[in-house]
């Protein structure tokens, strides 16, 4: 993918830190894209009736590390499509229910 102006990529120098990690970014990840791709995880929870707890359907790595393209390329299509504004995506309830929808009929 082209770099965009939005990530903030200074020829490959440290400018931040990750939200949910704190691991060493070498590029900004909008929060209008992340949280979409996030939330489309919570198809993976379940209540656990006997126990009252919520626990995972399917490993959540697992998946992201087998829809991980999809579900970005979705993402960056559809920001792509809208005027490349990240802040529109994230408040665009349609990616939304399509990243949501990918991780839930993951197979």
């Known amino acids: 993918m ?3 102006k ?22 900004k990840v909008p929060e209008g894209l992340m949280y979409p791709i996030v939330s489309a995880f919570r198809s993976l929870i379940e ?9 995972w359907k399917k490993d959540p790595f697992g998946v992201w590390k ?13 920001a792509l499509s809208i005027g490349d504004n990240p802040n ?3 408040k665009d309830s349609n990616i939304w229910d399509l990243a949501y929808m990918t991780v839930r009929l993951s197979k």
């Open 2 to 4: 082209e770099e965009k």
């Open 6 to 27: 939005y990530s903030g990529f200074k020829d490959g120098k440290v400018i931040g830190k990750s939200k949910f990690g704190q691991h060493d970014l070498i590029y």
């Open 47 to 55: 209540l656990d009736e006997d126990n009252k707890i919520y626990k």
């Open 66 to 78: 087998k829809y991980k393209k999809d579900i970005v390329k979705k993402i960056m299509n559809f």
């Open 88 to 90: 529109a995506v994230g």
